[in-house]
C-alpha cells in the first residue's frame, strides 16, 4: 500500500484516500474528426505500460478530490515524487516527455 | 397540514433521549449533533477578489491554508481543497449565509450551494476517542492538531475531521451516517459507548469556551 | 515416564497453578504457563500426529512457529480453531485440543500399514497419479480425509475482530534481546517507537536461556531492567502476543494481535475482539526477527521424542519440561552446548555428538566439566524406535568430507535434539523485494547488516547472522547509531549499555546438512526434509534426477516447504540436499520466494469491522422510515438500500406490484427517487460543459426547463443518464442514475481538471442534500395542489419537461414536471431533513384518490413499458445512442467534438449487425422470459448456435396483461421494421431454462407511443 504526497493537501496520507486516475498526460486531440481510425484508436487505447518509471495521475478521493501527478516505478513501487498537474507536466516535459 | 418537522439521519437511533452528561463511565463519548447549517463554498483561492469578498461576507478571513479552519463566533470555515470550502453555521443560518455569500461574490467565479440536508456531524470524545479512530480510519489522527480539517476515510466511507476542544467533530454524509455510527458503535465496543450530552452552546463549534469532553 | 518435570529457576510456569485440559478426550493437568505442546511433552504424550503421505507417527518438533507436526483442532462448535501449533497455544484451564491427523484414529492409521503408500508415493505422486483428470474427483474424498488437517468451524463465527491503523517514528519487529535493546536507544532517543513481538512476553531466546549473563546481570534481571524503563516512556509502546505476519511496499507491516485466545471460552469478553490486525505504518523498521534452529537430516529423523535442540533446551529452562532421561544430542556448531549442560544439570544424562572432530577448546572443556559424554566426529546415521524414539546408531564421520569412514556405536536415549546450525527469520525482509544472501562461514541465509537504509529497513541480531549473543547485541548498537544518526540524533544513548556476555566465542560450523548413513540417498531409512509434507532427502534427489533445476520447481515438485510452517525448519536443508545433488553451490541454488503471510492469519481478521452489519456501507434516503413503516419489502442497489414493493397483508409480490403498477397508471403512486445522483453546476460556461459531455445540445435549454441527456464515454458508448434543469443561465442542476453518481462526479472533474481547466464550472454534488418524491398518476396534479398553493400546476402554465421553485407540505420545494413512468408526474425536492415530513404530507394529500407508494419493482414495470432504459440493465458499455435508437438525444451539429462523437466513425461502431434495443413478445402471452435469455434464429439447439442478442428486461405488464421484454438483437431494428416484419426476420426465439421460446421483435414502446399521457 502507498503513501502519497498530496500536493494541495500538502500531506502524506495513506492509499485508501487515493483513486487510480491512470496514465498522465494523455492529451484529448483538439480536432477528433481529423484524426483516422488508427490515430484515434491510439487516443482511446493504447497505453505506455512500461516495466519501470510511469507519470500517472491519481485523485485524492476522500480529501481535496484533486487529480495530480505521481511518477512511480512499476517494477519496484518506489515513488519519485507527486506534483500538482500542472506542474507535473513541466516536470514530464523538463525529462523530455519520455519514460 | 402538520408544521413541518426537521428529521436528522441519525433520528432513528434515538440518541437525544439517552444523552447524559459526560463521565468517567465509558471509555468513548459520542452522539449526533443535527441541524447544523452546511455550505459548499467553491471559487479560486489565488483569487484575491474571490478571497476578500468570501471573507468579508463570512465575517473571517477565508482559510487558504491547506488542510486548516477558520472559526468565528457564528460559523466555522474548513478548508478543503484549493477551491473549495465548507461553512459550517448555526442552524437556520445558512440561507441568509447563501444570500449573502451570493451577493458578495458576484461577478466573481465561484460557486455557493446550500448542502445542510447532505451532512450531519458526530462528536466523539472520552479517554478512547483516538483508539476509536484509529480503527475507523486510515489517517494518523495523533497527527492532528487544533485549527487543522482532514478529509479521510471511514471504514468504507468518508469524512472531514476536526478538533474541538478535548474531542473530535466528524462531518458526514447523511445517506452514510448510519453505517458510519454503527460503525464507530462496533468499533468502541472494547472500551464502552456512552452517548454524551453535548451543551448546546457548543453545537456549531463555534464556542471559544471548550468543553472538557475527555472526562475521566 | 520418559519425560518429567524439573522446577528450574528461571522457568516461566507457575507450579501453584495447574490447570486441567484434554487432548483426543483424555484429561491431563498442566500449569499456567505452559504452552499446549510443552503440558503434552510433561504429560509425555509423544505421538501427536500421523504424517501426510506416510501415516508415520510424529511428535513435537520445535517449539515457536516452525512446529510441522504438532497441529491441533483446538476446542469444538462456533468456536473450533483447526491447524493451530500446539508449541503456541498458551494453555489455559478446559482448553479441549484434538488431533487433526490420523485416519481412521491417531494409533491406527490405514497409511502405514506395512510402509504400503511409502513405495507407491514419491516425490510428484500426485502429478503423476492424477495426470488423468477423471480420475481426480473420484479419489480427492479419500485423500483429502486421508491427509487430515483439521475441519473449518461449520457454524458462523461468534467472535468479533478489528483492525488498527498505526502510525510510528520506529517499529521494532521482534522483542528479544536485539529487539529491546533497539527499542530503548530509540525510545531514549525521544522518537515514537512500537515494538510488536509473538510471544506472551518479551525476551524471545533469553526466555530459554535465563543464565545467560548481560553486562554483569542475568538475562532474567536485564529483561526486568530493560523492559520496566521501556514501560516507563510514553513514547514506546510494546505489544506482546502480535505476529508481524507482512512487510508491505513504503513500510507497512501487518501484524494479528491474539487479545482473547489465551482466556478459556468462559473468560473471554464479548466486549472485546479475539485477534486485531494493526496496519503499521513505520518511517523506520528494524527487524529483530531472530533465527531458527534447523535440525539435521538422518534416517528416522521424523521418529517421536527427536526434536531441535533448541526446543530441548527451550522445554527445560522455560517450561521446566525434560523431554527425556536419557537424551541424545547431535550438532554440527557451537549452539547446543549451553543446553547439554543444562540438560545434565537438570538430571538428565547427555551425550552429545559433534559432526565436526575439533570443536571450540572453551566449550569441549565446559560440557566435560558438566558431565556430558562428548564424542567427536560422529553422525546419526539414523534413530532406532517404533512410536518414539530410542536409541541411534552412530557413524564416524570423514573429517572433511560428508562421508562415514567407519561404524560408531548405538546409543540408547529417550529423546534426541539435533542442531544443523540457525537460520535467520529473513520473511518479513524478503516480503518487499529484499533477497538474502547465503554466508557460507555462518551457514545461512541472511539479510545484509546495514538493512535497505533506503527503504528505511534496519535489521539486528540474529537475522544479520550475528548468533552469538554479544555479537548480536554490539550489532544493534552500531545499527541503532547510524538509525539515529541519520535522524540527526546523538548515537549516545545505544552505546550506555553494557553488552559484555560471558559466551566463549564461536567457532565456525560444520558444513553438513545430510547425515550420511554410508549408503546411496533413497536406500536407507528414510530421513525426512520437511515433516509437514513429508518430503525426504531421496524425494529431493528424485526430483533432481527427474530434471527439475530451479528450486522453485523443485519446491513445487515435492511440496517442500509448503503448509502452515511454511517450511521454517525445512527451507535451507532442502536447498543445500538440492544443491548437492546438483553438484552446485548453495547460492546458485538460491531461496524460493518469501511471500506473506509469514504465519496463517483467520479471514475473521483480515476483515475486521467489515463483517455483518457493517460489512458495506448500507445507505438510507431521509423518507427510509416512512416506507419501514408502511411494511416495505427493500433491495438493495448499489449501497442504497431502497423500496423493493410495498405488500399489503396477504399480497405477494406479483400482487403487490400488480396493484402498484395500476394505481400509478390510473390513480396517483409515489415513489422515493432520493437516491438519484444531484450534481448542482454553476458558472458562464456550464452550457458549454454540458454540451461536451452529453450527447445532446444543450445551447438553447431556457431556465425553467429541463431536458434528458445521454452521456458517453469517449468509445462513444452509453454510460450514464439523466434529466439536467436550468436553473439560470449560468446555473444548472443535473441528475445521475444512482449507481452511476459517485462515477459520475469524478468523470466530470477529471475532464474539467485535466482538459478543460479553462472552463468556468464548478461542480458539486448535492445527492444527499435533496430528498425527492415522485408522485405519478393522472391524479398527481390534484394530489400536490392539495400541498403547494405558490406554484401554478396548470398545463399551460407548468409543462411537461418544466421545473418550478415553490413551497411544498411548508417546505422550500423545486418542483420537476418529469416522468418515468410515462404518466403525468411531478418530482418534488426538498432538503433532506424535511424528507420525511413531506413524503407523510403527500401520502395524507392523495389519500382521498388512492395514494399508492410503490418501489423499484414497479418502477421498473411502467418505465419498460415505455421502453425507458436503465443504463447497466438494458446497456453493458458496448450500446451506442443509435443501437438503443435514441438517435434523437444526439446532436451532431454542435461544433465541439462531443465526449464520444468520434467514435461513432470508427468501423466497427458504424458498421451493419450491432446488438440493437428492441421490444420482444412472446407468443405465449403468460411467459415472463428470464433476464439473460438468449436469443436465437431456430428452435434447434445442436451447436454451433448463432446467438443473436439477450433479453435485458422482461416483466408481467398489468396494463397489458401480458408480458413484455426488451432485448439486444443484432441488426435488430431491421428486423422489428414493416420491411424485416413482412420478411419474417421479426421471429425468432429466447432460450432459456432448456426451452426456446417464439418470440416477435416489436416497438420497445408498448404503451402510449405517441406520449399523450405525460402531457395532459
Keep these: 500500500m502507498f503513501v502519497f504526497f498530496c500536493p494541495h493537501c500538502g500531506e502524506n496520507r495513506e492509499e485508501e484516500e487515493f483513486g487510480y486516475g491512470g496514465e498522465a498526460f494523455i492529451p484529448r486531440p483538439a480536432t477528433p474528426e481529423t484524426l483516422n481510425d488508427d490515430a484515434w484508436g491510439d487516443y482511446l487505447f493504447m497505453r505506455k505500460n512500461p516495466k519501470g518509471w510511469h507519470w500517472e495521475m491519481w485523485s485524492h478521493n476522500t480529501g481535496c478530490r484533486k487529480f495530480f501527478v505521481v511518477k512511480r516505478n512499476t517494477a519496484t513501487n518506489a515513488i519519485a515524487g507527486s506534483w500538482t498537474l500542472s506542474d507535473g507536466r513541466k516536470a514530464y516535459d523538463a525529462e523530455g516527455g519520455a519514460t | 397540514m402538520s408544521e413541518p418537522v426537521m428529521r436528522s439521519p441519525l433520528h432513528s437511533f434515538g440518541l437525544a433521549s439517552q444523552a447524559k452528561p459526560i463521565d468517567g463511565s465509558s471509555g468513548v463519548w459520542a452522539n449526533e449533533i443535527p441541524h447544523i447549517g452546511y455550505i459548499s463554498l467553491r471559487g479560486d483561492g489565488r483569487d484575491q477578489a474571490f478571497v476578500s469578498a468570501a471573507s468579508k461576507a463570512l465575517g473571517i478571513p477565508l482559510p487558504i491554508e491547506p488542510c486548516t479552519l477558520a472559526t468565528s463566533e457564528s460559523v466555522k470555515v474548513l478548508w478543503l481543497s484549493p477551491d473549495e470550502w465548507m461553512i459550517v453555521s448555526a442552524p437556520g443560518q445558512a440561507n441568509a449565509l447563501c444570500s449573502r455569500l451570493e451577493l458578495a461574490l458576484a461577478g466573481v467565479r465561484n460557486q455557493v450551494v446550500d448542502n445542510s440536508g447532505g451532512y450531519t456531524q458526530i462528536f466523539l470524545g472520552g479517554t478512547h476517542a483516538l483508539d476509536v479512530l484509529r480503527h475507523v480510519s486510515v489517517y494518523d489522527f495523533e497527527s492532528l492538531q487544533p485549527g487543522r480539517v482532514a478529509g479521510t476515510t471511514l471504514g468504507k466511507s468518508s469524512v472531514y475531521a476536526f478538533r474541538q476542544g478535548n474531542g473530535y467533530r466528524l462531518i458526514v454524509r447523511r445517506s452514510f451516517a448510519d453505517y458510519i455510527w454503527r460503525y464507530l458503535v462496533r468499533a468502541a465496543n472494547p472500551y464502552g459507548l456512552g452517548i454524551a450530552d453535548v451543551p448546546v452552546d457548543n453545537l456549531v463549534g463555534t464556542s471559544t469556551a471548550s468543553v472538557n469532553v475527555a472526562a475521566g | 515416564m520418559t519425560s518429567f518435570r524439573v522446577r528450574r529457576p528461571g522457568a516461566r510456569i507457575d507450579f501453584e497453578k495447574p490447570l486441567s485440559f484434554s487432548f483426543d478426550g483424555q484429561p491431563y493437568s498442566g500449569f499456567a504457563g505452559d504452552t499446549l505442546a510443552s503440558a503434552l511433552l510433561a504429560n509425555d504424550v509423544r505421538m501427536l500426529a500421523r504424517s501426510f503421505k506416510y501415516g508415520r507417527p510424529r511428535g513435537i518438533v520445535g517449539s515457536g512457529p516452525e512446529e510441522p507436526n504438532a497441529l491441533m483442532q483446538i476446542e469444538a462448535g462456533a468456536h473450533t480453531i483447526p491447524n493451530l501449533k500446539a508449541t503456541q497455544v498458551e494453555l489455559y484451564d478446559g482448553l479441549i485440543a484434538r488431533r487433526t491427523t490420523g485416519y481412521p484414529t491417531l494409533e491406527f492409521d490405514l497409511k502405514s500399514i506395512g510402509g504400503l503408500f511409502s513405495r507407491f508415493m514419491p516425490a510428484g505422486f500426485y502429478y503423476k497419479t492424477f495426470q488423468n483428470q477423471k480420475l481426480w474427483p473420484k479419489f480427492e474424498h479419500i485423500i483429502r480425509q486421508a491427509a487430515g488437517y483439521g475441519s473449518a468451524p461449520a457454524e458462523p463465527d461468534p467472535e468479533t475482530y478489528d483492525h488498527s491503523h498505526r502510525h510510528t517514528q520506529v517499529l521494532v519487529v521482534g522483542g528479544g534481546a536485539s529487539g529491546l535493546l533497539a527499542a530503548l536507544a530509540a525510545g ?46 510514553p513514547n514506546v509502546e510494546v505489544l506482546t502476543r502480535t505476529s508481524a505476519f507482512a512487510l508491505h511496499n513504503m513500510n507497512l507491516v501487518l501484524a494479528v ?17 479475539r485477534q486485531r490486525l494493526h496496519r503499521i505504518r513505520a518511517e523506520n523498521v528494524v527487524l529483530a526477527t531472530g533465527a531458527i534452529e534447523r535440525p539435521l537430516v538422518f534416517g528416522n529423523n521424523d521418529l517421536p521424542g527427536i526434536m531441535t535442540a533448541s526446543a530441548l533446551t527451550t522445554y527445560l529452562n522455560r517450561y521446566g519440561v525434560a523431554a527425556g532421561k536419557r537424551v541424545l544430542l547431535h550438532t554440527s556448531n557451537d549452539h547446543v552446548y549451553q543446553g547439554a549442560c543444562d540438560l545434565v544439570r537438570a538430571g538428565c544424562e547427555v551425550v552429545l555428538a559433534d559432526a565436526r572432530a575439533r570443536v571450540n577448546p572453551a566449550w569441549e572443556k565446559r560440557a566435560r566439566a558438566a558431565g556430558v559424554d562428548l564424542r567427536l566426529g560422529y553422525g546419526i546415521a539414523y534413530a532406532r524406535g517404533g512410536r518414539a524414539v530410542s536409541g541411534a546408531q552412530l557413524v564416524k564421520l570423514d573429517a572433511e568430507r560428508n562421508a562415514v569412514t567407519g561404524k560408531g556405536p548405538s546409543i540408547d536415549c529417550d529423546a534426541l535434539g539435533s542442531s544443523g546450525g540457525l537460520s535467520p527469520t529473513v520473511h518479513l525482509y524478503c516480503h518487499d523485494g529484499g533477497r538474502p544472501h547465503w554466508d557460507d562461514e555462518k551457514l545461512a541465509f541472511v539479510v545484509p547488516a546495514t538493512g535497505r537504509a533506503k527503504s528505511r529497513i534496519y535489521c539486528v541480531g540474529a537475522v544479520t547472522g550475528e548468533f552469538g549473543l554479544q555479537q548480536a547485541l554490539e550489532q544493534t548498537q552500531r545499527t541503532i547509531g547510524d538509525l539515529l544518526a541519520s535522524l540527526g540524533k546523538p548515537a549516545g544513548t545505544t552505546s550506555a549499555t553494557d553488552v559484555h556476555t560471558d559466551e566463549p566465542a564461536s567457532v565456525p560450523p560444520r558444513r553438513i546438512f545430510r547425515i550420511p548413513d554410508g549408503m546411496r540417498e533413497g536406500h536407507g531409512k528414510k530421513a525426512f526434509v520437511d515433516f509437514q509434507n513429508d518430503v525426504s532427502a531421496a524425494d529431493i534427489h528424485l526430483a533432481v534426477r527427474e530434471n527439475y533445476r530451479s528450486i522453485e520447481h523443485i519446491k513445487r515438485y515435492t511440496a517442500l516447504g509448503f503448509g502452515t510452517d511454511q517450511g521454517k525448519l525445512s527451507n535451507v536443508n ?26 496463517p492469519v483467520t479471514f475473521g481478521t483480515l476483515a475486521g469491522l467489515h463483517a455483518d452489519e457493517t460489512f458495506e456501507p448500507r445507505r438510507y434516503s431521509a423518507m427510509h422510515a416512512c416506507h419501514v413503516a408502511r411494511g416495505a419489502e427493500f433491495e438493495p442497489v448499489g449501497q442504497w438500500l431502497r423500496p423493493w414493493y410495498f405488500p399489503l397483508p396477504g399480497e405477494d409480490m406479483h400482487a403487490a406490484v400488480r396493484r402498484e403498477c395500476l394505481a400509478a397508471r390510473r390513480g396517483v403512486g409515489i415513489m422515493d427517487a432520493s437516491t438519484l445522483g444531484k450534481i448542482d453546476l454553476r458558472g458562464k460556461d456550464v452550457r458549454e460543459f454540458l454540451g461536451r459531455v452529453y450527447a445532446n445540445d444543450w445551447a438553447k435549454l431556457a431556465p425553467g426547463k429541463c431536458r434528458y441527456g445521454l452521456m458517453l464515454d469517449e468509445n462513444g458508448m452509453v454510460m450514464d443518464d439523466g434529466v439536467t434543469a436550468c436553473i439560470t443561465d449560468d446555473h444548472f442542476v443535473m441528475t445521475t442514475t444512482t449507481g452511476g453518481a459517485a462515477r459520475v462526479f469524478s468523470w466530470l472533474e477529471k475532464w474539467h481538471q485535466t482538459e478543460w481547466p479553462d472552463l468556468d464550472v464548478y461542480m458539486t454534488s448535492v445527492t444527499d442534500h435533496w430528498a425527492t418524491a415522485a408522485i405519478v398518476g393522472p391524479k398527481s396534479r390534484q394530489t400536490l395542489a392539495k400541498v403547494c398553493s405558490d406554484i401554478d400546476l396548470s398545463p399551460s402554465a407548468f409543462k411537461f419537461m418544466d421545473w418550478r421553485d415553490g413551497t411544498v407540505a411548508g417546505v422550500p420545494a423545486r418542483v420537476f414536471r418529469i416522468s418515468f413512468s410515462g404518466e403525468l408526474a411531478f418530482e418534488v425536492n426538498v432538503d433532506a431533513n424535511y424528507g420525511h415530513h413531506v413524503w407523510e404530507a403527500l401520502m395524507d394529500a392523495g389519500r382521498e384518490f388512492g395514494i399508492t407508494p410503490y418501489g423499484t419493482e414497479t418502477m421498473h414495470v411502467l418505465r419498460a413499458e415505455k421502453g425507458f432504459i436503465i443504463v447497466g440493465q438494458d446497456t453493458d458499455g458496448s450500446m451506442t445512442p443509435l443501437d438503443l435508437d435514441m438517435a434523437w438525444a444526439v446532436s451532431m451539429k454542435k461544433p465541439f467534438s462531443f465526449i464520444g462523437k468520434r467514435s461513432f466513425a470508427r468501423s466497427d461502431t458504424a458498421g451493419p449487425n450491432r446488438k440493437q434495443l428492441v421490444g420482444l413478445l412472446t407468443e405465449d402471452p403468460e411467459i415472463v422470459l428470464a433476464e439473460g435469455a438468449q436469443i436465437i434464429e431456430r428452435t434447434d439447439i445442436a451447436p454451433p448456435v448463432p446467438m443473436l442478442g439477450h433479453v435485458t428486461s422482461s416483466y408481467y405488464s398489468p396494463e397489458l396483461d401480458r408480458s413484455i421484454a426488451l432485448a439486444v438483437v ?3 431494428i431491421n428486423r422489428r421494421s414493416d420491411e424485416g416484419r413482412k420478411t419474417g426476420r421479426d421471429v425468432l426465439y429466447a432460450h432459456a431454462g432448456g426451452k426456446a421460446h417464439k418470440v416477435r421483435l416489436v416497438s420497445p414502446v408498448f404503451i402510449d407511443p405517441k406520449g399523450e399521457r405525460q402531457n395532459v
Design chain 3, 188 to 233: 531514549r532517543a525521544g522518537l515514537k517507537v512500537v515494538v510488536v513481538d509473538e510471544q506472551k512476553e518479551c525476551g524471545g531466546w533469553l526466555l530459554s536461556s535465563p543464565h545467560s549473563i548481560i553486562g554483569g546481570k542475568t538475562a532474567d534481571a536485564w529483561l526486568k531492567a530493560v523492559l520496566g524503563e521501556l514501560q516507563s516512556m
Design chain 3, 970 to 972: 443484432r441488426d435488430g
Design chain 3, 574 to 599: 532442502g536447498f543445500a540436499i538440492a544443491a548437492d545433488a546438483r553438484g552446485i553451490s548453495i547460492p546458485e541454488v538460491g531461496t524460493t520466494t518469501y511471500r506473506p503471510a509469514y504465519s
Design chain 3, 257 to 273: 494481535e491474539q487479545l482473547q485466545d489465551h482466556l478459556p471460552l468462559g473468560a473471554r469478553s464479548a466486549h472485546r475482539p
